[in-house]
């Protein structure tokens, strides 16, 4: 027994795996008809929405439109159905990128929820702000968490610019 569980641990080589994947992906881009770059546009972005709402906690970012619209000028002048195939599997190989957390807003998320307890603990002894009692701290914590990691993101991106 011990070796058919050893066996069944294994699973499909990456390779295979990738294959597999990445010709379903082809399968369901080619079922939506493309005319145009609007169409293409419209069919990589259902792609990437799909694999974000499919794989919880790992989400990947959309390739740039400018990415996109080089990539469909390389379908579009392809010859063959197989060199358009190679053409969109190399291009979803090259764009198929993890998004990264950066640290300012891991360390937001995880520090804003006591802070934000602390705060309506302070808040409450305050004779200008007992109102903040009848707010529940089921409400109260997750809102101050999401404005804390939107502000936080915000910002950074304003800096960045």
């Known amino acids: 027994m011990g070796g058919s569980m050893g066996f069944l641990g294994k699973g499909l080589p990456p390779t295979q795996m990738m294959n597999m994947v990445m010709g379903s992906l082809y399968k369901q881009f080619t079922q939506k008809a493309i005319n145009n770059f609007d169409d293409f546009h419209v069919a990589v972005l259902d792609i ?3 694999f974000n ?4 906690g790992r989400h990947f970012d959309f390739p740039t439109p400018d990415e996109i619209k080089a990539c469909f000028t390389l379908w579009k002048e392809a010859k063959g159905e197989e060199e358009k195939k190679t053409v969109f599997l190399e291009f979803m190989a090259k764009s198929v990128k993890a998004s990264k957390l950066d640290d300012v ?3 937001t ?3 804003s929820p006591p802070a934000a307890m602390a705060a309506k603990r302070a808040g409450e002894n305050v004779p200008q702000l007992k109102i903040i009692k009848l707010i529940p701290d089921v409400i109260f914590v997750p809102t101050v968490t999401i404005l804390a990691i939107v502000s936080a993101k915000l910002s950074r991106r304003m800096y960045l610019k």
Do not use: H, K
């Open 48 to 50: 990437f929405n799909n």
């Open 105 to 107: 807003t891991m360390i």
């Open 109 to 111: 998320g995880i520090v």
């Open 53 to 56: 709402s499919a794989l919880p």
